[in-house]
Nanobody
Framework: QVQLVESGGGSVQAGGSLRLSCAYSASTRCMGWFRQAAGKEREGVATINTRFDNPYYADSVKGRFTISRDNAKKMLFLQMSSLKPEDTAMYYC??????????????????RGQGTQVTVSS
């Protein structure tokens, strides 16, 4: 399994920005960010096909979040802007060598980090 460690979470006011980082031990074709709010199911936020660098976003974050990576540094990022209270959640980065696709799906990736908390206040 891929080792993943997230950082960069925190508390911000609505409209603010945060940049999440994820250090990974190995790249896989599909990598991504997921989140889970208290009392809710985990949901996909953004994925990236690391061969073609094409991203895929959940409708709820499209236009506000940007996923990127620096493979030389083995880092995955999630730039979050125009944050809303409903973005409050624990955010996880994920990887799975068995997940493939031109647009990487929000499937059940077998490696996840411990998460980093994002709290957005109104």
């Amino acid at each position: 399994q891929v080792q993943l460690v997230e950082s960069g979470g925190g508390s911000v006011q609505a409209g603010g920005s945060l940049r999440l980082s994820c250090a990974y031990s190995a790249s896989t074709r599909c990598m991504g960010w997921f989140r889970q709010a208290a009392g809710k199911e985990r949901e996909g936020v953004a994925t990236i096909n690391t061969r073609f660098d094409n991203p895929y976003y959940a409708d709820s974050v499209k236009g506000r979040f940007t996923i990127s990576r620096d493979n030389a540094k083995k880092m995955l990022f999630l730039q979050m802007s125009s944050l809303k209270p409903e973005d409050t959640a624990m955010y996880y980065c994920a990887a799975d060598p068995n997940v493939v696709g031109w647009l990487c799906p929000f499937s059940d990736y077998n490696s996840r980090g411990q998460g980093t908390q994002v709290t957005v206040s109104s």
